[in-house]
């Protein structure tokens, strides 16, 4: 039997985060950005990569703003937010070539929110026959490729402008 080895995943699984702070308030925290996975920072908005991915290359979109109500934000971070997403969609396909997105907002825990006090949009790229029994078995997903790799690939290509 061959082993899969996803170390990563451990904290997520069995619970062992513990955040005092909110993982998404990093507005003066720009030093903390290749430790955080922060691929890009914008005036409102950053895009980060998810720490426990559902699928390579899963980004979120955040405003630096702490609020967890659509409605709170201003007009100006609401359209960043969307061009910050429009932007991601475009690196990800350009250089992961998935077949389709998923891009969502989670808001309240019973909406599914892993972090309900900080509005943020999910983009996780798919690709035809990317699902399979490991989740439901083995509570563990493939990702075909290093967290590190996938950051300091996507990171180059925001520092790009692109």
């Keep these: 039997m061959k082993q899969l080895w996803a170390p990563w995943r451990m ?10 702070e909110c993982v998404f308030c990093l507005r003066d925290k720009g030093e903390q950005d290749l430790e955080r996975l922060v691929l890009h920072r914008g005036d409102h908005c950053f895009v980060v990569m998810n720490k426990y991915p559902y699928s390579n290359g899963h980004l979120l979109i955040v405003p630096f703003r702490h ?62 026959g990317d699902t399979n029994f490991m989740p439901v078995f083995a509570d563990v997903r493939v990702i075909p490729e290093h967290l590190q790799a996938t950051f300091e690939m996507l990171r180059a290509v925001f520092k790009k402008g692109i």
Aim: proline share 4%; charged share 20%; net charge negative.
């Design 67 to 128: 609020t967890s109500s659509l409605e709170e934000l201003s007009a100006p971070e609401r359209l960043e937010l969307f061009e910050l997403l429009v932007r991601a969609q475009s690196v990800l396909q350009d250089m992961l070539h998935p077949q389709g997105f998923n891009i969502g907002i989670n808001l309240g825990k019973v909406g599914g929110a892993g972090v309900t006090e900080h509005v943020h949009i999910h983009i996780v790229p798919r690709w035809l």
């Design 11 to 20: 904290a997520y699984v069995g619970g062992d985060v513990v955040d005092e």
